[in-house]
């Protein structure tokens, strides 16, 4: 590659303005699956999977309402499991002037595990970029994959 073809290719990788914004939030997705998850355990073997759900769901609900500017909830539940929600399009945040967000979240995967008392359940959110982040639309399950930071790069 030429110098300023090098330059160009080189910078694009450089962090956008909204990127760099993205990673000030990274405490607030802390704290939004932290609190959903404390508030999930009161439920976990007592065998009520939509007490657990809804009980995540208000809990990460909370703290993203302070969350700056507005999220746009691109990927969420609700339909699907017919759960309290963060549907697909909700908005949430303290709609300031803060870069638009789209977010994805299950407040609470694997609820039966959870309403069962078995390991495996857990919490979800990402952010992204407002308008960046693809949406597979109602109706579409994925299959996910955790693992520690050993896997980075090989997955």
């Not at 508030?39 to 208000?58: H, I, L, W």
């Not at 390991?119 to 994959?145: C, H, N, R, V």
Request: net charge negative; glycine share 12%.
């Amino acid at each position: 590659m030429g110098g300023s073809r090098l330059s160009t290719y080189l910078e694009s990788f450089a962090p956008s303005h909204a990127l760099t914004k993205l990673r000030t939030l990274e405490p607030m997705a802390a704290d939004a699956t932290r609190a959903a998850a404390i508030a999930s355990v009161q439920f976990a073997g007592r065998g009520d999977d939509k007490a657990a759900d809804g009980a995540a769901t208000e809990a990460m609900r909370a703290v993203l309402s302070h969350l700056p500017g507005t999220g746009t909830v691109v990927i969420g539940e609700g339909e699907k499991d017919e759960a309290p929600m963060l549907f697909n399009g909700e908005r949430v945040g303290d709609g300031s002037t803060y870069p638009a967000i789209d977010i994805a979240v299950d407040p609470l995967e694997c609820t039966d595990f959870c309403a069962a008392g078995l390991p495996g359940a857990l919490t979800t959110i990402a952010f992204a970029e407002g308008g960046t982040m693809w949406s597979p639309g109602p109706g579409l399950y994925m299959d996910k994959l955790v693992v520690g930071p050993e896997a980075r790069g090989a997955i």
